[in-house]
T-cell receptor, first 114, second 117 residues
Framework: DSGVTQTPKHLITATGQRVTLRCSPR?????VYWYQQSLDQGLQFLIQ???????AKGNILERFSAQQFPDLHSELNLSSLELGDSALYFC?????????????FGSGTRLTVV | AQTVTQSQPEMSVQEAETVTLSCTYD???????LFWYKQPPSRQMILVIR??????QNATENRFSVNFQKAAKSFSLKISDSQLGDAAMYFC??????????????FGGGTRLMVKP
């Protein structure tokens, strides 16, 4: 158990639908990062939150949005889903500035759009 | 923008032998960190080793070591005495030292390592 909890582990939904992925960071970590990994590809950075505020955006589609709540858990909302959105979505957390360690990753949510 | 390139999509090694995975990166920053992550079939991302750019000494973690060439922007991973459990996707990653904003990891495309018994 890495300390980063992602739910659900698996999600199957139809095109056009909306889903919410949830991430609870490791205790004490203030930053949350969302990544998308399509089949047999590398991880693409989507968005970062730090202590409730958006801090950086990557290649995140307009159909996707995220937020970080006061208790530091984060949610990634995916709407108007398309077949190409099928992927493994990772959440990672880290402490703060100057954290030279790599981030701690959750086990991911596998999204299948049918 | 920073980029990370892994030029070897697949590598194979005989059990107990040594293998080196290559990684190059492009950045204009001078203060950054480099990482190797392992992703086994379970798809969990596992940190293997990290290197601070300001350190000249190459990092070592048991059977894993790196060859960090800052001027050449090269960061290779050497796995000694390869074991069957080392079979996985390996990702090289870069992170700038930027406080708490814009310090996301940038990943290479990965190298699939196969270990032959």
């Amino acid at each position: 158990d890495s300390g980063v909890t992602q739910t659900p582990k698996h999600l199957i939904t139809a095109t056009g639908q909306r889903v919410t992925l949830r991430c609870s960071p490791r205790s004490g970590d203030l930053s949350v990062y969302w990544y998308q990994q399509s089949l047999d590809q590398g991880l693409q950075f989507l968005i970062q939150y730090y202590n409730g505020e958006e801090r950086a955006k990557g290649n995140i589609l307009e159909r996707f949005s995220a937020q970080q709540f006061p208790d530091l858990h984060s949610e990634l909302n995916l709407s108007s889903l398309e077949l190409g959105d099928s992927a493994l979505y990772f959440c990672a957390s880290s402490v703060n500035r100057g954290d030279s360690y790599g981030y701690t990753f959750g086990s991911g949510t596998r999204l299948t759009v049918v | 923008a920073q980029t990370v390139t892994q030029s070897q999509p697949e590598m194979s090694v005989q059990e107990a032998e040594t293998v080196t995975l290559s990684c190059t990166y492009d950045t204009s920053e001078s203060d950054y960190y480099l990482f190797w992550y392992k992703q086994p079939p379970s798809r969990q991302m596992i940190l293997v080793i990290r290197q601070e750019a300001y350190k000249q000494q190459n990092a070592t973690e048991n059977r894993f070591s790196v060859n960090f060439q800052k001027a050449a922007k090269s960061f290779s991973l050497k796995i000694s005495d390869s074991q069957l459990g080392d079979a996985a996707m390996y990702f090289c990653a870069y992170r700038r030292n930027a406080g708490n904003a814009g310090n996301m990891l940038t990943f290479g495309g990965g190298t699939r390592l196969m270990v032959k018994p």
